[in-house]
Every structure is written in structure tokens, then in C-alpha cells.
């Protein structure tokens, strides 16, 4: 198998259009896992076809040769990331760790990311994990056995929810403060 080295993938992917002229527009899928300590965002995004693609790989073939992937993975991350919030209560949660892969769509037309995002969860009584792109994302969710969720007032668990701002996830017990870690980090790490 033969591996394309970063400039040649990139100048393939801005040189080849969408198929037939059709235009696709972004997708963001967000799985929210709760566990008994902190909540995990498994989000993948693709960027749509024509210019938000074009302006992506733009900003990445502009970065010396040698960072040409770090910054592709980083737009990427910034795109998948940027209308979506996670609070406890309306208090905004930090990422407490950031991993991210990058790839390309078969053909190479669209470059896409995969995150794993994960959240220390705070004491509360309500979840809520929203967007500010109701129309290219949908969200699912998982409770875990957290017993974090009051699954008969949440929505059902494992079904997508397309075109809403925002999920509420009830929230129903506490760990004890032996429990769970104390994070105090308020800053994004991001890893290969």
C-alpha cells in the first residue's frame, strides 16, 4: 500500500470536486457518553463540500510542510467543536483531555475528524449539551450504568436526535467526593 505524502493528499483534495456537481452539506454527529465521573463526547465531522472544504485544506497547505498535518487535525477539532457547549446547572464544562484523529473521505474529496472529548462532571441537576448548528449535527446518547442520568425523564437512550439545539439529560445522583477526581486543568490538550 502506498502512503501519499501530506501536500500530495491535500492537492488532490483541492483539485477534485464533488461528484456530479452535488454539494454536501457538514455533518457533526455527537455521541454523549455519562459515566459515574465524568461525561465523554465522541464527535465526528466532515466539513461541507465547495468552500468550507476548500477554506480548510487552504489554511492547512499554507503551514510549513512539516506541520501541514497539526494544523489540518487543529482546524478540523476548532470546526467540530466550536457551536457545541456542555454545562452542569448553566455552568460550562472545560475539556479536561482532547484526542483527535483525522482522515479522508473515500475518493479524498472531504477531510473529516474524529474527537474524543472528555469533561469532569460536576455535581447538578441538569446536563445539557447544545449547538449553535442545529442543522448539520445530531446527537445520541449513552447513561453508562452511571446512575449519573434519570433515564425516565431523559430522552431515549441510543437514538439520534437531529436538527435540536440543545439535549437536556436530567441528572439524578452525586458520586461521593472520595469518588471522583477533582480536575482542575482549564486547558484544551490536544494528542495524536
Known amino acids: 500500500m502506498t502512503r501519499l505524502l501530506p501536500a500530495t493528499a491535500l492537492a488532490i483534495c483541492l483539485a477534485a470536486g464533488p461528484a456530479w456537481g452535488h454539494t454536501f452539506p457538514p455533518a457533526r454527529n455527537v455521541v454523549v457518553q455519562v459515566e459515574p465521573c465524568e461525561v465523554v463526547l465522541f464527535v465526528g465531522y466532515r466539513p461541507g463540500t465547495g468552500e ?6 487552504a489554511r492547512a497547505a499554507s503551514a510549513p510542510k512539516s506541520r501541514t498535518l497539526d494544523v489540518l487535525r487543529d482546524v478540523l477539532t476548532a470546526f467540530a467543536m466550536s457551536p457545541l457547549t456542555v454545562a452542569v446547572d ?24 474524529v474527537l474524543l472529548v472528555t469533561y469532569a462532571l460536576a455535581p447538578g441537576t441538569a446536563l445539557v449539551i447544545g449547538t449553535k448548528d442545529p442543522r448539520s449535527t445530531r446527537i445520541s446518547w449513552q447513561d453508562r450504568a452511571s446512575d449519573r442520568v434519570a433515564i425516565s425523564e431523559a430522552p431515549q437512550q441510543g437514538k439520534w436526535f437531529g436538527g435540536v439545539a440543545s439535549m437536556l439529560l436530567p441528572m439524578a445522583g452525586t458520586p461521593g467526593a472520595a469518588t471522583c477526581a477533582t480536575y482542575r486543568s482549564s486547558s484544551l490538550h490536544l494528542s495524536r
Open 52 to 57: 468550507p472544504t476548500e477554506a480548510i485544506l
Open 90 to 113: 448553566g455552568q460550562p464544562l472545560v475539556p479536561t483531555n482532547v484526542r483527535a484523529k483525522i482522515g479522508f473521505e473515500p475518493g479524498g474529496a472531504r477531510p473529516m475528524v
